[in-house]
């Protein structure tokens, strides 16, 4: 028993997720672990080998070969996807808009969730994605649902990119909109507020708060489970 625990933040895309576990895990000196580059680098594999979601059969052969790696690195986390670097790849658009349809298969999650909980063995794991804290980590001592709303979430992306790309800040609300709800009616882990979840509504609340507010918690669950 190292006295660690692990904590599971579940929510939106944009919610704030990744940068508030990233904050968290390093002022408590914990491992983050950002389960959505997983099925990001697998979707940026096969779009790469032009497998579409479709294909069941043929995205999880592959799968099952496929060797992910987070690296922890200095400000997060390093992707690499069969010894290749792929940190920046798997945030474009291109990847963004189709991730949610590979994300459905039930047989890829199984897979990913299976390395994940592996990952978290060993407590001290912020973990974010959708269905941390209801499939992959139950037991996490720790569980955060995050939330703001749509606008905010889409002008928190919008002053994100690059001012090459086009996109209007309307436009990407409504990819926003439809990935959360692939990600929310899916039928295998949607994403989902787990029962016992504390829910944080972001909308107005600045990063160092939020993760004030989370590493509070933490402490005070700690002093709970006395350890
Ligand atoms: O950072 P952002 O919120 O844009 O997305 P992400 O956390 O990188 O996740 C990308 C996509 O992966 C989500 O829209 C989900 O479809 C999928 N995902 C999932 O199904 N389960 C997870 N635990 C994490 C991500
Ligand atoms: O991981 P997730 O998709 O939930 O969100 P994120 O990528 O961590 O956060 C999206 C953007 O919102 C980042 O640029 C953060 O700096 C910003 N953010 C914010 O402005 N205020 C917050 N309370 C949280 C995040």
Redesign the pocket.
Known sequence: ENGKLNVAID????????????RVASKLSYVYV?T?AMYRAVTYYMLRHEIKPEEVDTVLAHVRKLDIELIPAEGGQKVFLNGEEVSGPIRSREVTGVVSLYSQIEDLRHHLVEMQRKMALRKGVVM?GRDIGTTVLPDAEVKIF?T?SVRE?AL??F??LDKTEEVTLDQLEREIAARDKLDQEREVSPLRQAEDAFVLD?TS???D??VEHIVTRCMEVRGEVGL
Do not use: H, Y
């Open positions: 929510g939106p895309a944009g919610a704030g997720k990744s940068t508030v576990a990233r950002d959505g974010d995050m703001a979430r928190r992306r002053k994100e972001t609340m600045s990063i708060e939020v």
